[in-house]
Nanobody
Framework: VQLQASGGGPVQAGGSLRLSCVAS????????MGWFRQAPGKEREFVAA????????AYADSVKGRFTISRDTAKVTVYLQMNSLKPEDTAVYYC???????????????????WGQGTQVTVSS
């Protein structure tokens, strides 16, 4: 599975961005797609994930109420709508996918087999 992420860029605090991640696999089955982020000098951290077939979602506490993950199954694309952005949201954002995850593993980056290239999000104060 190849993943193509896009949509990052510079934004002022309080602003919004929408990230997209397109998967090359048309038969997504039980695929879970997640968003992670990594700031300089920090470990990669979970942001949000969604089950492509059922639409169940999960979020990190730090983004609940501000970020929304959604999917378009016809396009095998996942979106991350980011509102009320803060400077601490600045990071490289990565999408990832896997088709064997149990829900308790969704937030574990090591559990994902496929990763897209990162897209930089920079939030200025």
């Amino acid at each position: 599975v190849q993943l193509q992420a896009s949509g990052g860029g510079p934004v002022q605090a309080g602003g919004s961005l929408r990230l997209s991640c397109v998967a090359s696999e048309r038969n997504f089955g039980r695929m879970v797609m997640g968003w992670f982020r990594q700031a300089p000098g920090k470990e990669r951290e979970f942001v949000a994930a969604i089950n492509l077939s059922g639409g169940a979602t999960a979020y990190a506490d730090s983004v609940k109420g501000r970020f929304t993950i959604s999917r378009d199954t016809a396009k095998v694309t996942v979106y991350l709508q980011m509102n009320s952005l803060k400077p601490e949201d600045t990071a490289v954002y990565y999408c990832a996918s896997d088709s064997t995850l149990i829900r308790s593993s969704w937030s574990n980056p090591s559990a994902y087999d496929h990763w897209g290239q990162g897209t930089q999000v920079t939030v200025s104060s």
